[in-house]
């Protein structure tokens, strides 16, 4: 996709191709890039499909909106790459990895799993790889959040997650027993944040 012209912004909604694997965006103008939902939406896992692995916004100039609900990602999960200006990425449903490269970029954290089936070892993990000053991070998971700023100590823990003790039960428990929480800690030599929207 090419994103030019003369308009302050593009907009472009990408639908009905069960064989979409990556999409690759340049130009110097503004894009909002949305995804139509559907049985016939963008991307599929269907053999012989392997579902979107990439979106990747690197060479554009142009600020950019990329908004990957509705998606058919990859089982690995999707990666989308933001270019040189202020973008904003935002997640879905599933595994994703965020590149927003230069610029003052948003990242809007969507992605849930279901209360009733949510545990240490059945979340849905947003990775951020370039997170720096002037970023900005955004949940939009449930009601109004409540962001604790204290580091939540998981220094007892012997893994991520998944075992007798481990750092994302910690975080949550640490939040107490409320809805709506945001904790954050360090493990491993990376930093998490969890939100929680369970009591």
Not at 63 to 86: R, W
């Amino acid at each position: 996709i090419e994103s030019a012209g003369t308009k302050a912004w593009n907009s472009l909604v990408l639908t009905n191709d069960a064989a979409a694997k990556t999409v690759a965006i340049t130009g110097a103008s503004n894009l909002d890039l949305a995804f139509v939902a559907g049985a016939n939406g963008f991307g599929s896992v269907t053999a012989p499909n392997t579902g979107v692995s990439l979106i990747d916004g690197s060479a554009a100039t142009g600020q950019l909106a990329i908004n990957v609900a509705n998606i058919t990602a990859a089982t690995a999960g999707l990666t989308v790459k933001g270019g040189t200006a202020a973008d904003t990425l935002t997640t879905s449903t599933f595994a994703t990895t965020l590149t927003g490269g230069a610029g003052a970029d948003t990242f809007v954290v969507t992605a849930s799993v279901a209360a009733a089936v949510a545990t240490a070892t059945n979340q849905v993990i947003t990775t951020i790889t370039d997170a720096g000053a002037g970023d900005v991070l955004k949940f939009t998971i449930g009601g109004t959040n409540v962001f604790n700023s204290t580091k939540v100590d998981v220094s007892t823990a012997t893994a991520l997650s998944g075992g007798s003790v481990n750092a994302l039960d910690l975080a949550v428990t640490a939040a107490g027993d409320i809805n709506n929480q945001i904790s954050w800690f360090q493990y491993g030599g990376n930093t998490y944040i969890v939100n929680h929207t369970g009591a």
